[in-house]
C-alpha cells in the first residue's frame, strides 16, 4: 500500500495535524540522539529514517486515538503519556535501522539493538527488532509484552498488556521460524501466551489468560471458559438459603 492509500485508510478526522506529526518526529529524533553519536546521527539524517518512521509511527498513533476511548482521541496525548505507544515508536525506529543495514554484521546490529533497549526500559514491553510488524499496530497497556525475534504481525492489529508471541521451547530453541505469524485485523487480550510457529488467521479475537500452541482459523474466537461462584451470607454451596 502506497502512502496515498495509507493516509486515505485512515479516519480524515483523525489524520495527524502538523504540531502532532513534528512531535513524533521529535521523539523519533530524541531515541536517536541518546543512543547513538553526534556523527552516527547526521549520516542518519541524510537518509529517509525519520520522514518514514516518524509516518509509520504516526498511523500507529492515528489508529491508537481512533480505537482507545480512554485517550479521548488525541493523539498527542498518546504520544506524550503513553509507554506502550514509546515501545512501537522505538520498534519502527530499530526494525528501520536493522533493515537497512547489513544484517549479517554484528555492529550494525548494535544500534537497533540499543534503540530497543531504550524502548524496553521507557515501556516495560519487549519487542525484538527484527520481527515484522505490519502497519497501524496498537499495543495498548504494554508492560509486560514480548514479541520474540521472528514473530510476524499483520495490518491493524491490537494487543493488550503480559502478551508473549514467544517460541515452544525454553532453551535449545531452533534459529529458524519460531515464533508466531499473526493475521490481519487480530486482537490479542491481556496475560495471552501465542507460543511457536503457529498461523493465527485474519480477523481472529483471542481473550485474556489463553495459551495458544496450535493453528487458529481466520474468524475464531479463542477464549478461556470459566465461572465464578458467589457465595452470600447465609447461602449454602449450590446458591439456595440455608
Do not use: W
Not at 86 to 115: C, N, T, W
Not at 182 to 188: D, E, H, L, M
Amino acid at each position: 500500500m502506497d502512502r496515498q492509500a495509507r493516509r486515505n485508510h485512515l479516519s480524515p478526522t483523525l489524520l495527524l495535524d502538523q504540531g502532532t506529526y513534528l512531535l513524533v518526529q521529535n521523539l523519533v529524533t530524541a531515541a536517536l540522539l541518546e543512543c547513538c553519536s553526534a556523527q552516527e546521527f547526521e549520516k542518519l539524517k541524510n537518509t529517509d529514517l525519520l520522514i518514514t518512521v516518524t509516518e509509520q509511527a504516526g498511523e500507529d498513533l492515528t489508529a491508537f486515538a481512533m480505537k482507545d476511548p480512554a485517550a479521548g482521541r488525541d493523539p498527542a496525548f498518546i504520544a506524550r503519556t503513553y509507554s506502550s505507544y514509546s515501545a512501537v515508536l522505538h520498534y519502527r525506529i530499530a526494525h528501520f535501522l536493522y533493515k537497512s543495514g547489513g544484517h549479517e554484521d554484528v555492529m550494525a546490529q548494535s544500534l537497533p539493538a540499543m534503540i530497543s533497549r531504550r524502548g524496553k526500559l521507557m515501556s516495560g514491553a519487549e519487542i525484538h527488532f527484527k520481527s515484522e510488524i505490519g502497519e497501524r499496530f496498537i499495543m495498548d497497556h504494554g508492560v509486560g509484552t514480548v514479541v520474540g525475534e521472528t514473530a510476524i504481525i499483520g495490518d491493524d492489529c491490537y494487543i493488550l498488556g503480559g502478551v508473549t508471541l514467544g517460541a515452544r521451547g525454553i532453551d535449545s530453541n531452533p534459529s529458524g521460524q519460531r515464533h508466531p505469524r499473526i493475521g490481519n485485523r487480530v486482537q490479542i487480550g491481556a496475560f495471552t501466551s501465542v507460543l511457536g510457529n503457529v498461523q493465527v488467521g485474519d480477523e481472529v479475537f483471542i481473550g485474556p489468560g489463553c495459551i495458544v500452541t496450535s493453528d487458529i482459523p481466520a474468524g475464531a474466537r479463542v477464549k478461556v471458559k470459566t465461572s465464578l461462584q458467589i457465595s452470600l451470607a447465609g447461602q449454602t454451596e449450590g446458591g439456595t438459603h440455608a
